[in-house]
């Protein structure tokens, strides 16, 4: 089987959908050497040092880098398809939401979620213009939808009205570079590097509305102050949209002093963090998966997250849930925090022994497993 994957998004600095796809594609060249991937990337693209290049796994780089959004479009829909033909590739995999109009090749697409569609305000004005219009039209020309989730198969049968035997729930895994980090060597130089508190809440992923990190801010502030923690909050993670005001947030808490905001964290660095962690918060409004969570858990971290689908559905029994909509959210979020930090009842130890459980069900080898399967059924 000749599969030809969209890695068009693959520059710059990556976060999960990136990083997703990468592991995805190192699965399938250990378990299917004898299938041929050709991922079509933009001249920037930095290779995959896990696969490199040979002649079942070749990469086919586009004249233009990848932060030229519009022209990355254009290519998509007008070239990628002849591309693939030219190729003679049997399949085209969409790995982040699109596919090209008129399509004729068979394909996969994969949805990560549909939050354009169904809270918009979490999204650009752009992005959720633009996926008002691809994410249908990816979805109606696919033969087969691949989500990573329960709570978003559900999502896409509801929006874009789906037949639930055309859509395959495939989740993300975690690798075993995720495992506990006990070197104090270690800790020591990160807790130098980055300035971080002796003991610090940690959350990973991208500053953006949809994460709540204001939310997070709130509750861990008055969590501080109403049990004289001696806790800091630190916050890995890129600065998306819609969040400038953030640090005018810390200063108008007067929270500097504990508050950290460390910018991107590469992948290569966050086993260290989690492993530092007494406890990684995801706050989300939404999500699709929740990467962050299956990664603290394989480091030893207690988890906490919002009551929110998808969350709930990777996290299990193994994460402390607190609803995030109640009437006073703060409040739940706080009561939260001071459980886990004040380690009442003992639930650190057993959040840590149910996570540890809990993410060994998650591997990419069966992600590529689940994928293979999707595009075998494409074909047939």
């Known amino acids: 089987m000749h599969i030809a994957i969209d890695g068009l998004h693959l520059f710059g600095q990556y976060s999960g959908v990136q990083y997703a796809l990468t592991r995805l594609l190192a699965a399938l060249g250990r378990q ?42 254009l290519w998509r829909d007008l070239r990628l398809q002849k591309c693939c033909y030219r190729q003679r590739c049997d399949l085209l995999h969409g790995a982040t939401y699109a596919l090209p109009p008129a399509l004729s090749l068979p394909s996969v697409v994969t949805l990560h979620d549909v939050i354009a569609l169904t809270h918009p305000l979490f999204c650009t004005p752009g992005s ?19 989500v990573p989730s329960e709570a978003v198969f559900r999502e896409v049968q509801r929006v874009l009205k789906i037949e639930p035997q055309r859509i395959d729930v495939v989740p993300w895994g ?7 980090v006990e070197d104090r060597g270690l800790h020591e130089e990160a807790r130098r590097r980055w300035n971080l508190p002796e003991r610090f809440v940690l959350f990973v992923g991208t500053l953006e509305p949809k994460k709540n990190i204001e939310g ?7 969590a501080r102050l109403n049990r004289n923690l001696p806790h800091g909050l630190v916050f890995a993670g890129r600065t998306g949209w819609g969040v400038s005001h953030f640090a005018r947030d810390i200063r108008g808490h007067a929270a500097e002093d504990y508050v950290r905001l460390l910018g991107y964290v590469p992948e290569a660095a966050l086993p260290l963090l989690y492993s530092m962690a007494e406890v990684c918060v995801l706050p989300s409004h939404v999500e699709g998966f929740g990467m962050p969570i299956l ?9 906490i997250v919002s009551k929110i689908p998808a969350l709930m559905e990777v996290g299990g029994n193994a994460t402390r849930v607190c609803n995030t909509f109640a009437e006073k959210p703060y409040q739940e979020l706080r009561e939260a925090l001071e459980e886990v930090l004040l380690d009442q009842g003992g639930i650190r130890a057993k959040l840590r022994e149910k996570g540890f459980k809990r993410a060994a069900k998650f591997t990419w080898e069966k992600t590529a497993e689940l994928t293979r399967e999707s595009y075998l059924k494409a074909l047939s």
């Open 128 to 146: 959720a213009r633009i996926q008002k219009i691809v994410l249908p039209r990816s979805a109606q020309a696919a033969r087969r939808v691949i």
């Open 295 to 303: 990664e603290a858990m394989a480091c030893g971290c207690p988890t």
């Open 174 to 180: 975690v690798g075993p570079e995720f495992r506990p």
């Open 216 to 222: 997070l801010l709130r509750a861990f502030v008055a």
């Open 32 to 73: 299917y050497p004898d299938d041929t991937v050709t991922l079509f990337a933009p001249r920037d693209f930095k290779g995959l040092p896990d696969l490199p290049e040979s002649e079942r796994f070749r990469v086919r780089r586009t004249w233009f880098p990848g932060r030229w959004r519009g022209i990355r479009t």
